[in-house]
């Protein structure tokens, strides 16, 4: 990856062709031979790659001399390998890679790449335009330090680039941790690739007692290995009552598989490590075992534990990182609360205390009650179905700033989708108090809480996390001004100037950071999408049914609606406007635009594969979208941040404002986009309070 002053004429950047395995096989050759430096990757993932055009190939005189393989996620580049050949060196081919993906994903935020410094590449990744964010400890044997490296695209983002993410929590088989100590083993490579440095921020293997117990039957140097090479990770808890169950749970199914199931001692292994892994709340069970995945796979799928081989976690990490942070599905159709904080339950405060950052039960507890007594706000809770606190947080109006003090959730998985669906619930707040500026103090906030919070799009400084509120849809120019406003309101730097016709991912960003505003001059689409009655009450709320759903804490902040795959596809990011078709019977309710949502992506693929992925997010099961496809296919709409209308836009109004904005104002069939100035009417009309 040296930067050299020659630059050769012949030299070319392409995508892979994911039919060309002659090239991509030179790139998998190119990436073993610097495998010390690099570190394993499955060939899967180069394939993968190629299919997502994510693989860039650099040809010198027809011949792979260079690759870089990155993941597009959370609005970044995400630079996996970066690889030239040492023949084709100092000829500027690091530098070609780089500036292409750059070029191909101008409307990301930037690249992110983390290298260790023990390989002294530091003056590498400067000359081609990184700067270091900050260090943290890698995972090899030795440990060693790695760099984080950022290279920005210079868009009008307006939040902090952290590049921390909340971690995917995974539990091994007995096969896997051999094939990562055993490098004679056929699949050692694959396996090596789940500890690998670049993965560190978004994956952690556990132990587990199921492992510990499946190690005792060993002897000798193999059994004393096994310890070693786990002695380090952490313990995953297990609740005895709740195990039992699940084993029970997944032993009924499985016999109907196999009957007699389980048949020997490996069997009954494999019942307590998928157990233990649904029991211990972890998302994702490692193994090579085909019959394990074939047997157990469904019921464990069904109680929110993947099980997958180790170049599935690889090649799907990111969604899989979004999917162990953002659960919803488990507080759907609970009895989950928020209430105000009564007086004499100050002492269920302290069991939120940040004590990973020293912080005491006891001095949040005297922050609560003196917020109590200053009489200047309110203490509100969220309740778990058995009564327990789960979530706090101190909430006061200061002017035109709502002010959120020692917010605080549970340790464990749900509090990564409490701390998000919190935060949404806030921005709501603020909009019904009509005030323009969101600030967290940040004192004793836990990590994932900051974090949630920078990658919702607050700003930190002066000890506070700040977001701004803006309800306005305009051109950029108006919208700039509200912010500098917002800003000053703050206290904090102004954001940078915006321009007209953004780019759709950076207006998408724009939208999403200072929801619900909208920016009427970008090149963000929009599209009215038809959406059947029985549908829309259960991913919206509209009608509300004879049992409406508790939408207490902004249940759902993200959805999928699955569709029959369309003649031609829509473009992502965008807004969608939903038009709910009328109901049968009395019961029914009329048609009408109800909605406005953010489209973050849209997917395709076999009904399986797209439940698999996205049954996190709750709503659909399987036979529903079985029956959403169309030849095997089925289409996955995924959408945030939807803001129910006040006012229900009618039929009869749709198509008079289709007539004053000089296009149709029927009712859509399939998805259709629709110009700016008629989503503006409607947008306004829906939203007249």
Known sequence: MVQGARQSTSLEVVAADPQDRDSITAAIDLGNEARTTLGHLPWAAYDAAAVDGTLLLARLDERVVGYALYALARNRVRLTHLCVDPSARAQGIARKL??????????????????????GLAPVWLSL????????????????????????????????????TVLVRAAIDMNILRNLMEQQR?????????????????????RTQSLDAEIQVITGKLRQDCLQKIQSWPNAPRDEDRFDEIRASLLAEAVKVIRGYPRSTQDEFDLMHVANAIAADLNVFVTVDNELIRVLGPEAQRQGTRILRPVDVVVRIDELSRAESYRPIELQNTAFTERLIASGEDESVGTLANTTAGEKP?????????????GTGERVGVFNPGGELVAYYGVRQDGDVL???????????????????????L??????????????????????????????GFLEANGRLHAFVIDQLGDASTLEHLAVQAARIAAIDPPPPL?????????????????????????LPSYLIPIKQDFSVELLGVPSSLYPRSDSLGLNREHVYYRRRSSWSMDSPARLLWYMSGGKGKAGAAAAIIACSQLDAVHHGPPEELHSRFQHLGVWNLSNVIGAA??????????????????????????????????????????RRISPDLFAAIYTEGMAR
């Open 98 to 119: 780089i500036d292409e993906i750059s070029s191909r994903h101008r409307e990301r935020l930037g690249i992110l790449a983390r290298c260790r410094n023990d390989y």
């Open 129 to 164: 335009g990184f700067t270091p964010l900050g260090e943290k400890r890698g995972r090899g044997k030795t440990g060693q330090p790695l760099t984080i490296w950022w290279r920005d695209h210079q868009h009008e983002h307006l939040y902090s680039i952290d590049p921390e």
């Open 186 to 206: 056929p699949r050692h490579d694959e396996a090596v690739s789940l500890v690998e440095d670049h993965l560190s921020d978004r994956l952690q293997l556990f």
């Open 362 to 374: 006891k001095v949040l507890i005297q922050a609560a009650r003196t917020f109590a007594t200053s």
């Open 403 to 425: 002010s959120i003090l020692n917010l605080r959730v549970s340790e464990g998985p749900i509090g990564e989708t409490l701390i998000r669906q919190i935060l949404f619930r």
């Open 427 to 456: 921005r709501h707040q603020a909009l019904a108090r009509n005030v323009r500026v969101l600030s967290i103090d940040g004192e004793s906030l836990q990590r994932k809480a900051r974090v949630a919070a920078i990658e919702d």
């Open 499 to 523: 321009r007209q016709g953004m780019h759709a991912i950076a207006a998408s960003e724009l939208e999403r950071v200072w929801w619900p505003a909208k920016l009427a001059d970008s090149q």
């Open 630 to 671: 169309r030849n095997g296919v089925a289409e996955a709409l995924r959408f945030t941040n939807t803001e129910l209308f006040p006012r229900p836009v009618s039929l009869r109004r749709l198509a008079q404002l289709g007539t004053d904005n000089g296009v149709s104002g029927a009712p859509p069939q399939s998805p």
